[in-house]
């Protein structure tokens, strides 16, 4: 693995079938992302981030339209495609470098010994070398991001997507993780995508910033972010570029009961989940 | 385990009760046939332990309970995986298990006996069953409670079926799976001595020393065997929280 790869996404559609109603959720979405390249999203909630999301990483596969990496369609789920979510979710019975390794469980490509020493590797990667034997429960919200971060990069996957990973950190902890994922992305080379709702964190990461509307979840518009690295946010260009982005959400109709209904939606398919078939097994 | 303050403070109210218990029977207050003196207890249990029959009802109880404990427990434990993982298997088998649930324990007694005598055969499956349910029910609820975005942290990593069951949902479960272990534990060390006394043999074992001790009108014995009784549970309840505790560190409670 380890090289980045382009990833194109085409004229992209998605519904969710709520009750006999089918929801449209995405709405010919098109993108094309160069390798190396970091994408950032933006868009209020509820727009289809986290369902763009799904789709990329393959754990929804019911769309219309394609989502090529090199050139070939994604089929389900990969371990060239890594994936942080908004919680951690580590397993809390595992010690950091455990959950490390979970990522390396079906890995073919590396022997016994090179899986130790990337493990290894990566917790010093995210400076989590004192906390290798510690269980979940015993970190910090940014340490446990930390430990998802290594986990879902340990396999050198070609493509990071990234579901508002800082969002529920405080302030220090969010700006010191996002100079850490620059580092580690400048470090590794590898294709990143950034979804996020904090406009500043869109602007500092991002090579190019994607604005997203709602009902249905379609491509606002693109901006290109001209500034070298590393950013200074309080810049009068990187200022501008935010302003630029902010000016998009302004005159997006959004009401706050459209969102709520939404959640209450999210919510309901409980329970269901444990059948084979909804494994994919 | 260190002795300090805080273990001894559980021992003041058997002593304060050993004390009354001494004092009444010392001092006349009760009828000494059915209320013996604690001294007298001691007596038999010398003479029981030393004749050495009593070791080997201890042995022979503890032989019950831990061969239906085993039996049932595994066959929880996999019904309970079972029904967790499969809308199949719960469909099917959920209702008749929510029916069977609600028949008393004692009540399959007089049909295990006619199946099977009152032999240890009958004994360990009766066992078995009261420690089947509490270990079936607390597996499956802890397989049901997997979370979602933990399968699809699963899913991510392209575990394999096996690896699922292995690395996600029974090690997720596991705190509920040993609840039912621990109740499983305590129930069948119940049953054992229910058993034991229901199911009348030739056999020896706590239950039948008590039940002896009834026909005897040896009320000595009854006592001491009681005591026994409640000291061996009290021990697996002890030995399965500091299990429990050790196997959940992670859970840094
Ligand atoms: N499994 C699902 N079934 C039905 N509707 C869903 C499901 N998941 C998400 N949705 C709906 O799709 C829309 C987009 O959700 P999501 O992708 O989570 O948005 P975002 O991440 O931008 O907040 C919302 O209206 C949400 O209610
Ligand atoms: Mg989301």
């Known amino acids: 693995m380890a090289h980045a790869a382009t990833l194109e996404i085409k004229n992209l559609n998605k519904q969710y079938q709520v009750g006999d109603k089918s929801l449209p959720v995405l709405e010919d979405i098109s993108l094309s992302i160069k390798p190396g390249e970091f994408v950032s999203i933006v868009g209020s909630s509820g727009c289809g981030k986290s369902t763009l999301l799904k789709l990329l990483i393959g754990l929804e596969d019911q769309y219309q339209g394609d989502i090529l990496l090199d050139g070939k369609r994604i089929v389900g789920t990969s371990l060239e495609r890594g994936i942080v979510f908004q919680e951690h979710r580590l397993f809390p019975w595992l010690t950091v470098e455990q959950n490390i390794s979970i990522g390396l469980l079906n890995n073919t490509e590396l022997s016994a010994e090179e899986k130790t020493n990337s493990i290894q590797e990566h917790i010093e990667l995210v400076g989590l070398k004192d906390f290798a034997n510690a269980y979940p429960y015993q970190l910090s919200g940014g340490m446990s991001q930390r430990v998802a971060i290594a986990r879902a990069l340990v396999n050198r996957p070609e493509v990071l997507l990234l579901d508002e990973p800082f969002g529920a950190l405080d302030a220090f902890t969010r700006a010191y993780l996002q100079q850490e994922l620059q580092r580690i992305w400048e470090k590794e080379g590898i294709t990143m995508i950034l979804v996020t709702h904090d406009v500043e964190e869109a602007v500092y990461l991002g090579d190019r910033v994607v604005v997203m509307q709602p009902r249905p979840g379609r491509i606002k518009r693109v901006i290109d972010v001209n500034l070298p690295r590393e950013r200074t946010r309080s810049s009068a260009k990187f200022t501008a570029i935010k302003e630029e982005v902010l000016r998009e959400f302004a005159d997006t109709p959004d009401t706050v009961e459209e969102l709520t209904t939404q959640t209450t939606v999210n919510e309901a398919p409980k329970n269901s989940f444990l059948t084979a078939d909804a494994l994919c097994y | ?14 002593l304060a009760l050993l004390l009354v218990w001494y004092a009444v029977t010392a001092l006349g207050l009760v009828n000494t046939k059915l209320i013996v003196p604690p001294e007298k207890v001691l007596q038999v249990a010398y003479k029981f ?90 597996t499956f609820e802890g397989v049901r409670g997997v979370s979602k975005a933990q399968l699809e942290v699963a899913r991510v990593y392209a575990f394999t079926y096996k690896q699922l069951i292995t690395k996600l949902i029974l090690p997720s479960a596991s705190p509920q799976i040993l609840t039912g272990l621990h109740l499983g534990l305590i129930y069948a060390w119940m049953a054992t001595i229910g058993a034991e006394f229901l199911l009348i043999s030739s056999g020896s074992g706590l239950g039948d020393t008590v039940i002896k001790g009834r026909a005897a009108f040896n009320i000595e014995l009854i006592v001491f065997g009681m005591l026994t009784i409640g000291l061996i549970g009290a021990i697996f309840n002890h030995i399965a929280t500091r299990i429990e505790r050790r196997l959940l560190v992670w859970r840094g409670a």
């Open chain 2, 1 to 14: 385990m260190s002795l300090n303050l805080k273990n001894l403070r559980g021992a003041v109210l058997p």
């Open chain 2, 49 to 138: 332990v030393m004749r050495g029959n009593f070791l080997e009802s201890i042995e022979a109880s503890l032989f019950r309970d831990l061969s239906g404990f085993l039996l049932g427990s595994v066959a929880g434990v996999l019904l309970g995986v079972l029904m967790g993982l499969s809308r199949w298997t719960e469909r099917f088998v959920g209702p008749s298990f929510n029916t069977l649930k609600q028949i008393s324990l004692f009540a399959w007694l007089p049909l295990i006996s006619t199946w099977l005598g009152t032999g240890d055969a009958a004994k360990i499956l009766f066992v078995a069953l009261s420690a089947f349910y509490p270990v079936a029910l607390n």
